[in-house]
């Protein structure tokens, strides 16, 4: 255990349990903003039901996305000061346009969600959930073209051993975005989608808030069987620029061991690195690998003996959580498709089989996310900025493997209570229902002046959602 790899370790916790939450708000923001629009439209009171009930499931998730935010600025210069001195000039740009942009839409027209109902015209309130929404997309944006600059570098010269930028056209405009952005936001989209649907699955099962869960379910399944294959396309495209700047993730993710030409698609195998094999391996033949790596039926792939041992990945873990990727996608489109099938017979509602299924779902998108994480982030290895840094040469050189030790022990407790006690205050409220309370209010027998009348537990009487329903 050196620093380096507890510091690796710290960050990718970190940024594991980051990622749950913008990842969920993202989507969610959109989803805040069309039922505000369906309400604008229709009048419906149970489009602006289920934006109340939403929106305090939004602030809770936003609140511990931000909060698990702020350390991963600050984890750049306790433990990675090396990098934050040499793509500085790169990257703090890039983080103060996401300040510039995404914090202060959000924080400025979020406040108006929260207090303006009331207070300003319905159309501006619209707008104000309109522009969250495109403060959680500008936040995407921007970590992507940071995330993707360091995946594949451009626009830069070195000076001095800095990297500084001499075309942020290269930078911002970088190709690789253009795949990665959309299939982030695509997959936050699908978050909410899918967190939607099943809670929406949750209520029929318990036979409350009929009205609000039909609607749930329906819009939920719906939106996920339009989006599911732009996903896959998207995941598609960013297959090929991994193929084409970085041969060695692709070679790892393929457990693909010798040059091919065309390539065969291992679907499972378990990769056996010391002896440079795969056990158990169920292989398509060729040309399906060059067919989904490179879109063509003759194109040579490249294997890992080609490429120096020392560049290589950790070959299992791209391995496997492009595969568990993979899987989550594969089976929420079949989800998607079948409750989008049975919505339209309007069997959807009454088919329990389907409903479990639904429930079950949610955490789904969260690991496919989780996963291609994985996949991207240890299938760049050993670079941290792929090809010109490595991770070792990265890491702040005086940093101790005791000092490591105890940042990252102190990180997974509180990150840990942290999320527990926000898990829980999200599961209370969606346990409580769309409209019901957490709290009921006390009886009018209970006056300031005398508060021991609360003791009478006649005049307390704990929530329970559902009830009345």
């Known amino acids: 255990m050196t620093a380096l790899l507890l510091s690796r370790l710290q960050f990718a916790f970190t940024i594991t349990f980051h990622i749950i939450f913008p990842s969920f708000t993202i989507g969610l923001a ?19 039901v289920l934006f109340e009930f939403w929106l305090k499931i939004f602030g ?52 108006v969600l929260i207090f303006g109902r009331s207070r300003v015209p319905p159309w501006f309130y619209l707008f104000s959930t309109a522009m969250v929404a495109l403060g959680t997309t500008f936040s995407a944006f921007w970590i992507m073209v940071n995330n993707s600059w360091m995946q594949v570098p451009s626009g830069y010269v070195v000076e001095n051993g800095v990297f500084v ?42 036979k409350v808030y009929h009205a609000e869960s039909r609607i749930m379910l329906r819009m939920g399944l719906g939106l996920a069987a339009v989006l599911m294959p732009a ?61 989904i790596d490179s879109d063509s039926l003759t194109a040579g792939e490249i294997g890992l003996n080609s490429i120096p041992p020392e560049n ?28 989008t099938y049975l919505s339209y017979r309007h069997r959807l509602a009454y088919s329990r089989p389907m409903l479990w299924l639904t429930f079950l779902s949610f955490p789904l998108p969260f690991v496919a996310i989780i996963t291609g994480w994985f996949t991207a982030e240890v299938g760049r290895q050993p670079w941290v900025v792929y090809g010109v840094l490595r ?34 205050y999200i599961y209370r409220l969606i346990y409580t229902g769309p409209r019901g309370k957490l709290f009921e209010s006390a009886h009018d027998g209970a006056v300031p002046n005398r508060p021991m009348s609360l003791a009478n537990t006649d005049l307390i009487e704990a929530s329970h959602a559902g009830v009345g329903e």
Not at 75 to 102: D, H, R, V
Not at 395 to 414: G, K
């Open 312 to 339: 290589w990945p950790p070959v299992v873990v791209p391995f496997f959580s492009f595969r568990i990727m993979v899987g989550c996608g594969l089976v929420m489109l079949g989800l998607a498709w079948l409750g």
């Open 60 to 111: 809770v998730a936003f609140g511990l996305g931000v909060v698990s935010g702020i350390v991963m600025a600050f984890q750049f210069g306790t433990n990675w000061s090396t990098l934050s001195k040499m793509s500085g000039p790169i990257q703090g740009p890039l983080l103060m346009y996401e300040t510039f942009t995404a914090f202060m839409l959000e924080a400025s027209f979020f406040g």
């Open 231 to 291: 996903q896959l396309l998207f995941g598609h495209l960013n297959g090929e620029y991994v193929n084409t700047y970085q041969p060695a993730k692709m070679a790892a993710i393929e457990g693909r061991w010798n040059d091919e030409k065309p390539g065969s698609e291992v679907l499972f195998a378990w990769p056996d690195v010391e002896n440079r094999r795969n056990l158990h391996e169920i292989t398509l033949p060729p040309p399906f690998g060059s067919l």
């Open 391 to 424: 991770t070792a040469d990265a890491m702040t050189p005086f940093l101790t493997t005791r000092a490591a030790t105890i940042s990252l022990v102190i990180f997974c407790a509180v990150y840990a209570f942290i999320f527990l006690f926000g898990t829980f």
């Open 165 to 206: 930028p001499n075309d942020w056209t290269k930078i911002i405009f970088n190709s690789v975005v253009w795949s990665r952005f959309p299939h982030m936001l695509l997959a936050s989209y699908l978050t909410g989608a899918f967190c939607v649907a099943a809670t929406g699955a949750w209520y029929l099962l318990r």
């Open 30 to 48: 959109a989803w805040l903003t069309v039922l505000e629009a369906l309400h604008l439209r229709t009048g419906r009171p149970v489009y602006q």
